[in-house]
């Protein structure tokens, strides 16, 4: 076979794989507290032979690079850090068949073990390495502080991967994202002199129907989430004040400018109606979305790979936010690619199956080998 063609069958080290799958699962790794999953993957990456470097995010916490001696071209990138654990006494691996369960399972620690494995392959044979990296990166799920340290270094790459779960889709394309906090003000009552002019709930809610109708008439391809609603635990009072957080994602050609200034002006149109309103309204997180084009030498390598393969061609755009739009605002183009469906992620019953991850991690060695050979 040529060596253009190499595929990855006895490459990749499926029961390696899914013993590192493991470990990484039991390991509970919530955003802001990774400390115990980067030294075991510090330590797993360097007896595996690679040059692995710790580049600090903050104190104690750091992303983990493996970077080759000659100009970047590709970074497969993945985040290490979870969201709180729906139940604590049962986050854990679990295994049924072939569908792996387990907090991280599908966001993202089936991706991340995939590209392990797939740069640990790339990197044991034989001659030098290809012009790819590996990054895995902390704080996705919060702060994107990970992603922002990394794009802001001198560490420099033009495409990225990331493993988000795609279900082995590739998504060229990512949604924008808004995150808005809503804060109404009112004046602490005893509940029998309630006024529904001063209620701060009263208030929220109607300005959240007034945004529910906005996206029902005028963005209906917007996708909006009330994250959080709750008021100060005040008895048998009126509370004084009523917090709201709203998530909002949107089509990637979607103007976030446009969105911003419309809410903005809702928030604006229901103080007039209502005099007795306080409060504030604040984007907490603006992130555009994007789509590139299908084409170009990273696009074009994913679409030979898939045809060899047998695999549909099926590009998407990916629904929810990550750090492809800090990597995309910062000038790199990313793709997300990756084992389990995002209907899986965040959920008490996170989920992947084994042979996805697999078939991953010989999708990222078959594109990382490819770019190999061209240079060569």
Not at 136 to 148: I, P, Q, T, Y
Not at 155 to 183: D, H, M, R, V
Not at 190 to 201: D, E, K, Y
Not at 204 to 225: Q, S, W
């Amino acid at each position: 076979m040529e060596a253009n063609k190499l595929t990855s069958l006895n490459i990749i080290d499926t029961d390696r794989l899914k013993k590192l799958l493991r470990k990484m699962i039991d390991i509970y790794s919530p955003s802001g507290k990774e400390e115990e999953i980067l030294e075991y993957l510090y330590g797993y990456l360097s007896r595996q032979g690679l040059p692995v470097q710790k580049q600090k995010v903050d104190e104690g916490r750091y992303n983990l690079l493996v970077v080759p001696e000659r100009e970047v071209q590709l970074s497969l990138v993945g985040h290490l850090d979870t969201v709180i654990a729906y139940d604590l006494d049962n986050y854990g691996f679990r295994e049924e068949g072939d569908l792996i369960s387990g907090l991280g399972a599908a966001d993202m620690k089936g991706g991340c073990a995939a590209m392990i494995e797939a740069f640990t392959a790339l990197w044991n044979r034989q001659g030098s390495p290809p012009p790819v990296a590996l990054a895995l990166v902390v704080g996705e799920e919060e702060e994107g502080d990970g992603a922002r340290v990394l794009a802001s270094s001198e560490f420099e790459f033009g495409w990225a991967i990331i493993g988000e779960p795609t279900n082995l889709k590739p998504c060229p394309s990512s949604y924008g994202y808004l995150e808005i906090q809503i804060t109404t003000k009112g004046k602490r009552l005893h509940a029998s002199l309630a006024n529904r002019r001063q209620n701060p709930i009263q208030a929220m809610l109607k300005l959240i129907m007034r945004i529910a109708g906005y996206v029902e008439k005028r963005r209906p391809k917007l996708v909006y989430n009330i994250r959080d609603l709750y008021t100060s635990q005040a008895g048998f009072f009126v509370p004084d004040h009523c917090e709201a957080w709203i998530d909002m994602h949107m089509p990637p050609d979607s103007s976030i400018g446009e969105i911003v200034t419309e809410v903005e002006e809702l928030f604006e149109a229901e103080r007039k109606e209502n005099p007795l309103l306080d409060g504030m309204i604040r984007f907490l997180t603006i992130d555009a979305g994007y789509e590139l084009p299908e084409k170009g030498p990273i696009i074009e390598r994913l679409k030979a790979i898939y045809h060899e393969r047998s695999m549909a061609w099926q590009p998407e755009s990916f629904l929810s936010h990550s750090d492809a739009n800090r990597l995309w605002a910062s000038g790199i183009r990313p793709i997300l690619l990756g084992p389990g469906q995002l209907e899986k992620a965040h959920s008490h019953d996170e989920a992947v199956f084994f042979r996805e991850v697999a078939e991953a991690a010989e999708i990222y060695f078959a594109i990382g080998h490819a770019m190999g050979e061209d240079i060569r």
